[in-house]
């Protein structure tokens, strides 16, 4: 993946084996990790698992987050409604490697019902080794921070 980071991971009941398998594959690439949970299979609502892990981004104990719920929607919605969090809900390696380079991502939102666990580990893979690029990019991403007001 690339140089060791601290990255923040969560998911609801339904997302709970995917976080396992790439909680681990973080943890083997060398990266620290910080479950801030479901731990268990009883039933949970997901924005208290989206909001941890981007409060966990925002505060700067984690340089990126990845979030797992059913569909990776309502988490990924959860997660963007903190200022400064840019969720993208992810299915492909192409999604995730555009969502750094365009949108500076700094959360990765994936559905467990929606994505295969080979498509999500080629996915994380590529989110952490894409640099944001920056340049026309920088205008657009500006316009997402929470001081942004649109001006007619």
């Known amino acids: ?38 731990h268990g299979p009883e039933s949970v609502d997901y924005p208290d698992f989206g909001a941890a892990v ?27 409604r903190l200022p400064g969090i840019r969720c993208a809900l992810a299915h492909d390696a192409t999604g995730a490697r555009l969502s750094r380079e365009h949108n500076d991502a700094n959360v990765i939102a994936f ?19 894409t640099p944001y690029a920056g340049g026309r990019h ?4 500006l316009k997402l921070s929470p001081d942004w007001t649109r001006t007619p």
């Open 1 to 38: 993946m690339s140089s060791p980071l601290t990255i923040a991971v969560g998911a609801d009941h339904a997302g709970l084996a995917l976080k396992a398998t790439l909680r681990q594959a973080l943890e083997e690439a060398g990266h620290s990790v910080l479950d801030m949970g479901t």
């Open 54 to 80: 981007a409060e966990a981004v925002q505060a700067g104990r984690a340089r990126y987050g990845v979030l797992v719920c059913g569909t990776g929607i309502g988490i990924s919605i959860a997660a963007n």
């Open 111 to 129: 559905g467990a019902r929606m994505t295969g666990v080979e498509p999500a580990l080629e996915a994380l893979r590529a989110f952490l080794a």
């Open 138 to 141: 920088d205008r657009r991403v």
